[in-house]
């Protein structure tokens, strides 16, 4: 209350608020909290890998959108919770996420194609259940320093940054759920109007929305193999940016080109890939 004398435009919020042991006071004490805040890791051990890459998927999707855990609501309950005891519906916010939770080491799917694949699966699920914004745990680590450190994991960030390297051409590299993040962050907006899509493989996952008269297709591939896109309700070029295992983790490439909306797509196994129209389209 104090800090919204101070500055009305300040938002005032705590870190981890859909926690059991937290809400509750929040619901019953709180004043002046402008929105709820979660952390979302779905593995908390270290490696050896504790689920498979379909595991990892898995829980993207369903923890804390779908099912709570033995101490962390969902974000609809505590949402819908404080509405019908507030009257006021107030945003979520990913505070703090990636996958694996642990140091020493981290998991190296983190950096790998699965990692962006989880990045993607994530963010989507966030923004279909109305999350403003995810925040990613870490912008960048040092793989090196990991590696020697621990015997393997490069760190949770998106970014390597060995700093005994800095003339290398390593350092600085962004990993493969780094670009995830720039597909969406740089043309994704709050309040920008989704669109409806479908899609018949459960292994691929479908995101559109416009952007600014731009139409954006978001596409997931969650298998190794391969799987033929064929698109409907949309015609003429698409620009797309690609990323999967076509190049190695350790040195990403993306993909950029144009196509058209009535070709098939090809993708060569993991993949995440935001196709783009030139023009305005219905």
Not at 48 to 65: C, G, I, L, T
Not at 233 to 262: C, H, K, M, W
Not at 264 to 277: A, D, F, H, R
Request: glycine fraction near 6%; charge should be negative; aromatic fraction near 12%.
């Amino acid at each position: 209350t104090r800090m919204h004398q101070v500055n009305p435009q300040i938002i005032v919020s705590f870190d981890a608020s859909t926690l059991k042991n937290v809400f509750p006071r929040l619901l019953s004490h709180a004043l002046g909290i402008d929105s709820f805040n979660f952390h979302k890791y779905d593995d908390w051990n270290h490696p050896p890998k504790n689920f498979s890459d379909q595991k990892m998927f898995q829980r993207a999707e369903d923890v804390y959108f779908q099912h709570e855990d033995s101490d962390t609501y969902t974000i609809d309950h505590v949402r819908n919770t404080w509405f019908n005891q507030r009257g006021e519906m107030l945003p979520v916010i990913l505070s703090e996420g990636n996958w694996n939770a642990a140091y020493g080491p981290t998991d190296e799917r983190i950096q790998q194609m699965a990692g962006a694949v989880r990045t993607g699966l994530v963010l989507r699920t966030g923004i279909l259940n109305g999350l403003s914004y995810n925040i990613y745990y870490t912008l960048n680590s040092d793989a090196t320093w990991e590696t020697s450190t621990y015997g393997s994991g490069r760190g949770f960030g998106m970014i390597d940054c060995d700093s005994r390297h800095v003339a290398s051409l390593s350092y600085n590299n962004p990993w493969y759920p780094y670009y995830v993040q720039q597909f969406i962050g740089s043309n994704l907006d709050v309040n920008d109007p989704l669109l409806e899509t479908v899609s018949s493989s459960a292994d691929v996952r479908t995101l559109a929305w416009r952007h600014s008269s731009k139409l954006n297709l978001l596409l997931i591939c969650k298998t190794k193999q391969l799987r033929t896109i064929h698109l409907g309700g949309i015609s003429g070029q698409l620009q797309f940016f690609r990323i999967d295992d076509t190049s190695p983790y350790t040195s990403p490439n993306v993909q950029e080109g144009i196509i058209n909306a009535e070709d098939p797509l090809i993708m060569n196994g993991y993949t995440v890939m935001l196709l783009q129209s030139y023009t305005s389209q219905d």
